[in-house]
């Protein structure tokens, strides 16, 4: 499975920015697909995850309620949709892709099988 995520860039506090993964080289039923991301000097944390065939999805709980991941089958690419920015949500985001696995064991940072390159958020305050 090849990712190409894309859609960062530089905002506002407050604004908001959807980032697009498009996955391609194989159907992703079976897959949980994901965002983590990483902040200059810290390690990489996950997001959000959906289960490709169920819809199901999970949160990490700094962006709940926030952020808003989805799948387009058609497009076979996913999206979060983060709103209500804050500067502390300034990272390198990265698509990632885990078969036959959950949206929690994804979120409890267990194997990834596939990473896309990085798109860097920025959140100015």
């Known amino acids: 499975v090849q990712l190409q995520a894309s859609g960062g860039g530089l905002v506002q506090a407050g604004g908001s920015l959807r980032l697009s993964c498009a996955a391609s080289?194989?159907?992703?039923?079976?897959?949980?697909m994901g965002w983590l991301r990483q902040a200059p000097g810290k390690e990489r944390e996950f997001v959000a995850a959906?289960?490709?065939?169920?819809?199901?999805?999970y949160y990490a709980d700094s962006v709940k309620g926030r952020f808003t991941i989805s799948r387009d089958n058609a497009k076979n690419t996913v999206y979060v949709q983060m709103n209500s920015l804050k500067p502390e949500d300034t990272a390198v985001y990265y698509c990632?892709?885990?078969?036959?696995?959950?949206?929690?064991?994804?979120?409890?940072?267990?194997?990834?099988?596939?990473w896309g390159k990085g798109t860097l958020v920025t959140v100015s305050s």
């Open positions: 990632a892709a885990t078969y036959y696995t959950t949206t929690q064991a994804m979120g409890a940072g267990r194997r990834v099988d596939y």
């Open positions: 080289g194989r159907t992703l039923s079976g897959y949980v």
């Open positions: 959906i289960n490709w065939s169920s819809g199901i999805t």
